[in-house]
């Protein structure tokens, strides 16, 4: 079941409340601020799938949530049977989106909660008490990185970032946006550049609209224009968050985040990248790695009107990955990782041990 309210409130991206999951409609950002309702795990998945709710962080908390969910609509009496349900149920949540790794991080953090129940009211129960802490914990999360990431920019930054790993990315707060408002938090003056991130511009949809709403000083550039700043001194530091970060420090992040990268370096400009530990993924090396392909009208429209030739081929990706040798640091809540990034990142997976 889908409905949809206006709420006026501050942003908080998604929501556990009376059984229902309720989320900030994304796509009607910024013309309208709107709230969707869902009480079916398919309606999730399909939200997470239509970019409804976008962001790694977010889309982990909601892949709980739609498997929570996926427990309440269980008619199962044994515990085998509500299992076989979820298994059903995380497949078409995973399936979704296959580049962000806190998807399938949620999800299996979840399923073992699940494995662990007694009996399938205790399984529901623990599950959605389970999926509720980790949305106040993902916002915890990343107040504490902003806290680590603030010490690392200086009164009068002009911070660059790309795409939006912001408030909007994740429950709360945000990943590199929750930097940027914690190192204005902490009284320094800053501005932003925003890039637009064509094509589905996350950066003038979302980024933009959220820092706007903080009051905090942003100006939106076209991703063409990343050259033009950084040689005109426009940039002092860029920040962007991450899907997926492998062991040895390579970063996947929005399309584009790997010119952003070398531009950066060409400029000695330096580079963070901000992303809580779950969205690290030790096992895969890069070609484990899929890069999710998008359909084509993102890129032959904007906002449903033809800017291309009928049938023209397209290359749509969504992410690129970033090489370590271009990354300043990596922002988590355990701390900064810096290179060498494959002994850094060990050393903060061990401090949490
Ligand atoms: O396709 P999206 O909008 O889900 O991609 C999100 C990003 O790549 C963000 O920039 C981000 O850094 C990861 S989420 C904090």
Redesign the pocket.
Known sequence: MKSQTKIHSSLRTIEWKNNTVIMIDQTKLPNKLVYVKYTNYEDVANAIRT?VV??????GVSGAFGLALAALQSKAKSKENIIKDLEKAKKILFET?PT?VNLIWGLDKIMNVAKKGKDVSDIKESMIQTAKKMAEDDIQTNMIMGKHGAKLFNNNDTIMT????GAL??VGY???LGVIRATKESGKMIKVIATETRP?M?GSRLTAFELKHDGIDVSLIPDTAVGYAMTNGLVTKVI????RILRTGHVY??IG?YQVATMAKQHKIPFYVA?PLSTFDLKSNSEDVIIEQRKASEVTGIAGKKTAPDDINVINP??DMTPPELITGIITEAGVAKPPFEESIKKLFKSRL
């Open positions: 970019l976008r962001g790694a962080p977010a889309i989106r962000a790309h795409c939006n790993a990315a994740t945000g990943t590199a589905v996350q962007v968050g991450a899907d992040n929005k985040t992303a969504a992410f």
